[in-house]
């Protein structure tokens, strides 16, 4: 699928998303590729390369980069938001079973190969083609090497490179080894997270447990302040229990000496008494 500047992103994201679905063994490439025409048979590859080399299909090619990065990590979120659902073998919705495909993408994800180039690199694939070999025949490295050196040379201001950069990315949901291996490429998997089951009576306890713990808090708030006014105790209170008890013990003494006064009176007068009984 070829990704324009012009298109927009929730097309390419809705097809992108179905294809995946539909056709789970199969591999989705999108690229910023120019746009070709379909030629005729007795078109030759010259004409359709000078197709691809006008300016505007250059500057497309590399101006579409960020659109195609945009356009893949919303089909990979979501594709794989899809698929969290079905983790428990049942489709939440429809209720029905998971198909195998599922089951299979759903270990990984996705597999995303990633790879990025020159358009005229492309381009001299067609170019650079000896006239007297006929279609299909393969071509030596030498000669292809030599073409490339005139092509360069032989302009009238001398050397002239261009570069248009392009990028492709393949989305699958099994691994492509052939993909792989390749040095061009890079490739990654998205790992679909582990669904996390959520409790239908998750507000109802998460108010329980804010009303627990406000309770808790006064509980706390009223110890504190009940043992801050055990302990601040006010002096004068602790000053007129002291005088109260020293007035006690004050009168208690008294009591306890005059008592003994009074015995001693007494056992004086009996001695007296007793001697003038005598």
């Not at 180039?117 to 067609?126: R, S």
């Not at 993909?179 to 679909?192: D, F, P, Y």
């Not at 009223?222 to 002096?235: D, F, V, W």
Request: glycine share 6%; charged share 25%; with cysteine.
């Amino acid at each position: 699928m070829r990704i324009a500047s012009q298109g927009t992103l929730k097309n390419y994201v809705t097809f992108a998303v179905n294809f995946l679905k539909e056709h789970p063994t199969r591999s989705l490439t999108l690229h910023t590729l120019p746009f070709v025409p379909p030629s005729k048979d007795s078109v030759d590859s010259a004409s359709s390369s000078e197709s691809r080399t006008t300016p505007s299909n250059r500057q497309a090619s590399a101006s579409s980069i960020p659109q195609l990065i945009s356009v893949v990590e919303l089909v990979k979120r979501t594709f794989l938001s899809l698929l969290s659902p079905l983790l428990d073998g049942s489709d939440a919705s429809s209720g029905e079973k998971v198909d195998r495909w599922v089951e299979q993408a759903r270990e990984r994800g996705l597999w995303q190969y990633n790879e990025t180039g020159i358009l005229e690199d492309i381009e001299h694939e067609f170019v650079f083609q000896p006239q007297d070999k006929k279609a299909g025949e393969e071509t030596d490295e030498a000669e292809q090497a030599l073409e490339k050196l005139k092509h360069i040379l032989g302009g009238k201001t001398g050397p002239k490179m261009i570069h248009t950069p392009y990028m492709k990315i393949t989305l699958s949901t099994v691994p492509i080894p052939s993909l792989a291996s390749r040095k061009e490429v890079t490739c990654q998997s998205i790992i679909l997270p582990p669904r996390v089951k959520k409790s239908k009576n998750k507000g109802r306890q998460a108010r329980r447990q804010k009303l627990k713990q406000a309770l808790c808090r006064k509980t706390d708030e009223s110890n504190t302040i009940s043992a801050q006014t055990n302990i601040t105790t006010p002096l004068s209170a602790l000053a007129a229990v002291s005088e109260d008890s020293s007035a006690e013990g004050y009168a208690a003494g008294t009591k306890r000496t005059s008592s003994q006064t009074d015995g001693e009176k007494g056992v004086v007068g009996g001695k007296k008494r007793r001697k003038v009984l005598a």
